[in-house]
């Protein structure tokens, strides 16, 4: 974390503390400050809470929570964040007294330091006013609970400067954050259409068009959603619904103002009574009336300029766990009846519909998705498959796009290399899983294999290039991911990453080189120990292998690679290895001598590591295992186009299987039981 060294947070609440948990979790030294030690002792003992709640899932040991906690710094004085590189305010909503908070910090602090605001009601441009500083003033708005939800929205003011805006995305990534950028609107991009969406369902009720069962079951059914919008409300809390509505409603007017029964609902102070048996009949008619007003504010936010349709998909998704995001809904039930439902919501209130909506309806096509994102700076270009929600997952979509991505860079001559990475936590999490399960159930595996075809002529087009093309691996690369990088002339990985190739636990094998560029990088041997036991690595165990060529810190990772590049010619990948020290047994057991005893589930030897790998063989699918070792074999003696083309070759075959159809299903379920048929 060399570019922020020592971040401060102001507000112990259970924002400020959930935010200085997630910054000490992911590295920083973190300065926890409120105006008394009775506030700063809560906030530390929610996060204790909350750490030793993973300790007890097993998802943190207790080594790893005290160094968490020691990361975290209390104070009850402003003077002690005066050299912080970044301040978030996570203060109560009142614009007071945030001016008030952010001329101190603005008199106290160092010129470097940025000021973010965790604000949700409150335009930034005026809290950046209370300062000197409006070009080092951001937003970032982050969603409960800020140590679990990934999102973050990146708001800058009229005044904030673009640079503080590129080191608010880079500082929210470094947190594991997934950063949207956002207009400084009210609402920003998340609340501008949720809270409205809670709002109508309460004027559902107020109307007596259903009862609050009824709106929950449907809301949940038409959205996809774990818990419907009452539901949410008592969760949260009712009042925060209510005052978030009121500032909408009070910058926007229009059908934004909160409806009376809400404000009843807050007076009475009681949660929402969720009891009753839903009317299915009344299904239709709820369902249609919160497309309307989402799909209405999802317009307005096009119009505006506040978010694009895919932040705002995003949003949904990742902040609020929506299954789908409103343009994807759109897409989904088509866009002219979209268009109409928000039409019909809107006539009531006199409201106009969005521009962007009826553009739509004219045009008559979908919403285009982008799920890849090219920047060019300073002669790199960087490729992201923008996926997040989906670990990155590589479809039909994202193929395409990459395919024109790559091009458009490697044709600029503006452009010495190319870099490829993935948005959020993942770099790549394999290939879309529901994709190949669909084709199988509906007959239609050859579309599979022709997306697979489509995948290596992809990834022969990074190879081939002219020009440096670098993975950049920040986080976790499976199966079609790992492939993907493996393609690239390096792989640079931080210690964020972790390579795999689960395939053969899953019923089918690698198919976008993973047998032939494996085995070319690290020896047939490795390569069969690598696919057939599914062993995750990390970045330091890939680079003694050889499978990636660099590792570097995360913090210095776009540096790194602009210093590579720079330096021109990268060394061949392909170049022969020396066998790492301590796998002499691996590879003994995996060579054409031994294999075929590991795949019959004996261990030519004692050696922990081989035990257990052979251990880990006999719970992956036979078929699988079997197609996965023919390829290894077939492949040595064929060049790398040959061997690639033997991989496509068998995809109709193995996709065919039982064991495919039951492994790819079994994702996110028990082990599966594999009957090699």
């Known amino acids: 974390m060399a570019e922020f060294k020592k971040i401060g947070v102001v507000g112990a609440g259970n924002m400020g503390s959930g935010i200085v948990q997630k910054l000490a979790q992911e590295g920083f030294a973190v300065v926890m400050h409120d105006v008394t030690s009775e506030f700063l002792a809560g906030g530390r003992s929610r996060i204790s809470a909350l750490l030793n709640e993973a300790i007890e899932r097993q998802i943190l040991s207790s080594d790893r ?7 975290i710094y209390d104070t ?20 007071a007294a945030k001016k008030e908070l952010f001329a101190e910090l603005d008199r106290l602090c160092e010129p470097k330091t940025i000021l973010a605001t965790n604000t949700s009601s409150f335009y930034v441009t005026r809290l ?3 300062t000197q500083r409006a070009d080092r003033v951001v937003g970032l708005h982050f969603f409960y609970h800020p140590a679990k939800n990934r999102l973050v929205e990146v708001i800058p003011g009229e005044k904030t400067s673009p640079a503080t805006v590129q080191t608010a995305v880079r500082f929210s990534k470094q947190m594991a954050k997934v950063p949207i950028l956002c207009g400084d609107r009210p609402g920003f991009v998340v609340n501008r259409f949720f809270v409205p969406w809670l709002n109508e369902s309460v004027r559902l009720l107020e109307s007596g068009a259903a009862d609050i069962a009824t709106i929950e079951a449907a809301a949940k059914k038409a959205f996809r959603i774990g818990m419907g919008p009452f539901e949410l409300m008592n969760v949260t809390g009712v009042p925060i619904a209510y005052h978030a509505e009121a500032t909408l409603g009070r910058e926007l007017g229009g059908f934004y103002p909160p409806v009376a029964r809400l404000k009843t609902q807050v007076d009475n102070g009681q949660p929402w009574d969720l009891c009753g048996t839903p009317d299915e009949s009344k299904f239709g008619a709820v369902a249609d009336h919160l497309y309307g007003v989402v799909f209405q504010v999802a317009g307005e936010l096009l119009d505006e300029g506040v978010g694009t349709g895919e932040d705002t998909d995003r949003g949904a998704k990742i902040g609020l766990r929506w299954a789908v995001g409103p343009f994807e809904l759109m897409n989904q039930i088509g866009a002219a009846r979209a268009v109409d439902l928000a039409e019909a919501f809107c006539r009531p209130f006199d409201h106009p519909l969005a521009k962007s909506l009826a553009a739509r309806r004219a045009a008559g096509t979908p919403w285009p998705v982008r799920v890849v994102e090219l920047s060019v700076e300073e002669g790199v270009a960087t490729i992201t498959v923008n996926r997040p929600e989906a670990l990155n997952a590589l479809n039909e979509a994202v193929v395409e796009q990459l395919h024109a991505a790559f091009d458009e860079a490697a044709g600029r001559a503006d452009v010495r290399g190319v870099v490829i990475a993935g948005a959020g936590k993942a770099f790549i999490a394999g290939a879309d899983i529901k994709f190949f399960i669909d084709h199988i159930e ?8 022709a997306f697979a075809q489509r995948g290596q002529e992809l990834l022969r087009t990074f190879e081939t290039s002219p020009k440096p093309v ?5 986080g976790l690369s499976l199966g079609g991911g790992t492939e ?6 390096a792989i640079v990985a931080t210690e964020k990453a972790g390579f795999g190739f689960p395939e053969t636990g899953i019923g089918i094998y690698p198919g976008l080189g993973g047998t032939a ?3 070319r990088l690290v020896g047939k041997p490795l390569a069969k120990y690598l696919v057939f036991t599914g062993q995750p690595l990390d970045a330091a165990t890939a680079v003694t292998l050889g499978l990636a060529t660099h590792s570097t810190a995360s913090a210095g990772v776009d540096a790194f690679i602009r210093t590579l590049i720079a330096g021109g010619t990268l ?3 392909y170049a022969p290895k020396p066998l790492p020290a301590g796998w002499e047994r691996v590879e003994d057991a995996f060579s054409d001598a031994h294999v075929e005893e590991v795949l019959a589930g004996v261990a030519p030897t004692d050696d922990p590591r081989v035990q257990g790998a052979v251990k880990a063989v006999s719970r992956k699918a036979p078929l699988a295992l079997a197609a996965a070792n023919r390829l290894f074999d077939e492949g040595e003696g064929v060049d790398l186009t040959a061997a690639l083309q033997l991989e496509i070759d068998g995809q109709a075959e193995i996709f065919a299987t039982k064991d495919a159809l039951a492994g790819l299903k079994s994702l996110g379920g028990g082990r599966p039981e594999f009957t090699g048929q």
């Open 571 to 573: 060394p061949d990948k």
């Open 76 to 95: 009850t004085s402003l003077s002690e964040l005066t050299d912080c590189d970044v301040i978030i305010e996570a203060i109560f909503e009142d614009e």
């Open 442 to 449: 509906a007959g239609t595996i050859p579309k599979i294999v």
């Open 517 to 519: 560029r494996t085995a």
């Open 128 to 130: 950046a006013a209370a």
């Open 484 to 489: 993907l990088a493996l393609a690239c002339h």
């Open 65 to 71: 929570v005290q160094e968490i906690l020691a990361r």
């Open 470 to 474: 670098i993975a950049k691996v920040d």
